[in-house]
């Protein structure tokens, strides 16, 4: 069974430009979450779908992130535009309705320059 | 809110010494505590986890008991190995209606480094 999966794995660009990070999580889980560390801090809650309807998006910084899950199966995090501190690595997750636990990604390494 | 808060690292040990790491949690009900692992060029891999009071998680060696009364869940290995080399997540998740349990709080991040 395929894990979660996420592209890019790196991503550099320059301040003001877009990017758009994707997650296919495991197939048939319902939820679905994007996270993200930066600078080597705490890895942060952004929002959550359940299937494609956002259940929380409280963790969205600004109004710069805007998070899609059309269909209820992947889901698109767009950045527009990018900022200096936006650079970290955003993490995916997801899990069934009756899961105990999350699975994670590997991660998009955001880097804006 | 919700807070995670882990000990400072890095953590740099020999092969077979014991580790602890501290974690010590705010919360509003009652959480499920976990700890995950992020070894270098992978994603995050649940390490275990305790859904109440008392409840010890372990695998791998590892173990983390669930102190409500401390309000912690420190993670302790026995006797390391250079293949533990990582960083170690400390995590809680609040009990949403006993549905998904994926909306988890970091603590920072501990980066344990083993030495031959």
């Known amino acids: 069974e395929a894990g979660v999966t996420q592209f890019p794995s790196h991503s550099v660009i320059e301040k003001g430009q877009t990017v758009t990070l994707r997650c296919d999580p495991i197939?048939?889980?319902?939820?679905l979450y994007w996270y993200r560390r930066v600078m080597g801090k705490e890895i942060k809650f952004l929002l959550h779908f359940v299937k494609e309807s956002k259940q929380d998006e409280s963790g969205m910084p600004n109004n710069r992130f805007l998070a899609e899950r059309t269909g209820g199966t992947y889901s698109t995090l767009k950045v527009q535009p990018a900022e200096l501190e936006d650079s970290g690595v955003y993490f995916c997750?997801?899990?069934?309705?009756?899961?105990?636990?999350?699975?994670f990604g590997q991660g998009t390494r955001l880097t804006v320059v | 809110g919700n807070s995670v808060t882990q000990m400072e690292g890095p953590v740099t040990l020999s092969e077979e010494a014991f580790l602890t790491i501290n974690c010590t949690y705010t919360?509003?009900?009652?959480?499920?505590l976990f700890w995950y692992v992020q070894y270098p060029g992978e994603g995050l891999q649940l390490l275990l986890k305790a859904t109440k009071a008392d409840d010890k998680g372990s695998n791998k060696g590892f173990e983390a008991t669930y102190r409500k009364e401390t309000t912690s869940f420190h993670l302790e290995k026995g006797s390391v190995q250079v293949s533990d080399s990582a960083v170690y997540f400390c995590a809680l998740s609040d009990r949403e209606g006993g549905t998904s349990y994926g909306k988890l709080t970091f603590g920072q991040g501990t980066i344990l480094t083993v030495h031959p």
């Open positions: 197939s048939g889980h319902d939820n």
């Open positions: 997750a997801s899990s069934g309705m009756r899961a105990g636990r999350a699975f």
């Open positions: 919360a509003t009900g009652y959480p499920s």
